[in-house]
């Protein structure tokens, strides 16, 4: 059984982008779980910052290759997604950073 903290693994840091979303439409991004459903998503952002949301979006974002010396290797790929809330709703976390 999934609880909430495995869900949403983190918020991601505001980005230039991030902040005009988060100011225009009221979205704001999450690092989820790489098996994680909408209605997961959705259920644990309500009950972990007892706000209402209206849509999800969920992308996944593929990791870069890289190298160190000689050795090629490539960084795992992960979900982000897009949490738009209802007008009047604010998630706390982000307004102190």
Not at 3 to 12: A, Q, S
Not at 21 to 43: H, R
Not at 45 to 61: A, G, P
Request: aromatic letters at 10%; charged letters at 35%.
């Amino acid at each position: 059984m999934k609880t909430f903290h495995d869900v949403i693994i983190k918020p991601l840091v505001l980005t230039e982008k991030g902040e005009i979303l988060k100011e225009e439409n009221n979205q704001y991004f999450f690092k989820v779980a790489f098996k994680s459903t909408k209605p997961e998503i959705k259920s644990a952002i309500e009950k972990l910052f007892k706000v209402n949301v209206k849509d999800v979006n969920t992308m996944i974002v593929r990791g870069k290759p890289g190298r160190l010396g000689r050795h090629v290797g490539k960084r795992p790929n992960w979900k982000k997604a897009v949490v738009t809330l209802h007008d009047g709703d604010e998630i706390e976390f982000f307004e102190g950073a």
